[in-house]
């Protein structure tokens, strides 16, 4: 049997950070806290928007992780953050999975006692806007800070 490597990189610029990693929700908690430092030294006054920004990073990198990749250690995810401007970041999220019909779950009503599902409902709440790629299996997010 092979021995699994954890895979970690990451890249930061000026204006940007990504990573690319192994499908492990592990990680998630390591991207938010290196994200949030980046922010918080990129824009001043982001503090109270980092809560909603984490919240939708969590999300999308979950579900790239459990349903895009089935939670396959050996597949990985890639997710970037840009910052636009001093009011607008975005951020991608790709995962090595099939996709999905994202339009087809957007219009689609959850039952209350429904206890997943709700990502497309959080994303849209709190982001100015998202997507996907035609396949679904990258997520484009954007959100305005400050205005």
Known sequence: MVQLVPFFET???EKSIGFVFSSTLENIDVICQKTSEFLRSKIKGIE???FTI???????LS???RHGNENDPQK???FL???NSDTSIQIEIEDQGNGFDWKKQQVQALPEDEDHGRGIIIMD?????YSYNEKGNILYLEKEIFS
């Not at 984490?54 to 999308?60: A, S, T």
């Not at 709440?125 to 806007?129: E, N, Q, R, V």
Request: zero cysteines; proline letters at 0%.
């Open 11 to 13: 890249e930061q610029k």
């Open 48 to 50: 109270s928007e980092l």
């Open 54 to 60: 984490n919240l939708v990073i969590r999300e999308g």
């Open 63 to 65: 579900n790239a992780i």
């Open 76 to 78: 990985k995810v890639r």
């Open 81 to 83: 953050l840009v910052i």
């Open 125 to 129: 709440t709190y982001f100015t806007h």
